[in-house]
């Protein structure tokens, strides 16, 4: 079985610019979380989507947003990109909600 | 405020021997607790989990104590592997998808 994959594994962005990121989750999991590891703040959760429907929303700017697809793969979003969102962005997949696996996560260097 | 601490940011044992990997907790509303084990540049990997009915739950190596009453939740290596070495987040899950991690603990198993 497949693991989560994400794309793409590096990007560089300059500020001001945004990015859209990629997740297929394991097949038959239907859950999708986000997390954004730096090294200041550890695993922060962005969001979870679960049927295409955000149940979860962590505590970050608008300028993060996610969807969902009938796939049940998903994307993330960041707008308008800050020096400060430089990090590593994770995406996990769940079959029920408990134990999640992740990817290999996407590094994000805004510039 | 810290939900999920993990008061000890590195360990160093000698391989054969057991490691132990502390973490506390603040909320009691949690149905999960779990154990991650993560390697730079890398997504983090399940490793066991204890549903919060239980005290122990193990799996080969890995063996996970939760103490309700002092909200403490512990894991278990042994014997310990050089392999063994990495960082390990612990985690708190209410079952949606969300999961909350502690900072991290880096264990370093010496030949």
């Known amino acids: 079985k497949a693991g989560v994959t994400q794309t793409p594994r590096y990007l560089i962005k300059t500020r001001g610019q945004q990015v859209t990121l990629s997740c297929s989750p394991i097949s038959g999991h239907r859950s999708v979380s986000w997390y954004q590891q730096t090294p200041g703040q550890g695993l922060q959760f962005l969001f979870e989507?679960?049927?295409?429907?955000?149940?979860n929303k962590g505590n970050f700017p608008g300028r993060f947003s996610g969807r969902q697809f009938s796939n049940s793969r998903s994307e993330m979003n960041v707008s308008t990109l800050e020096l400060g969102d430089s990090a590593l962005y994770l995406c996990a997949s769940s079959l029920r909600g408990v134990e999640a696996f992740f990817g290999q996560g996407t590094r994000l260097t805004v510039v | 405020d810290q939900q999920v601490k993990q008061n000890s940011p590195s360990l160093s044992v000698q391989e054969g021997r057991i490691s132990i990997l502390n973490c506390d907790y603040t909320n009691s509303m949690f149905d999960y607790f779990l154990w991650y084990k993560k390697y730079p540049a890398e997504g983090p990997t399940f490793l066991i989990s204890?549903?919060?009915?239980?005290d122990k739950n193990e799996d080969g190596r890995f063996t996970v104590f939760l103490n309700k009453s002092a909200k403490h939740l512990s894991l278990h290596i042994v014997p310990s592997q050089p392999g063994d070495s990495a960082v390990y987040f612990c985690a708190e899950s209410s079952q949606t998808g969300k999961l909350i991690f502690g900072q991290g603990t880096t264990l370093q198993v010496k030949p």
């Open positions: 989507y679960f049927s295409e429907t955000q149940r």
């Open positions: 204890i549903s919060s009915i239980k």
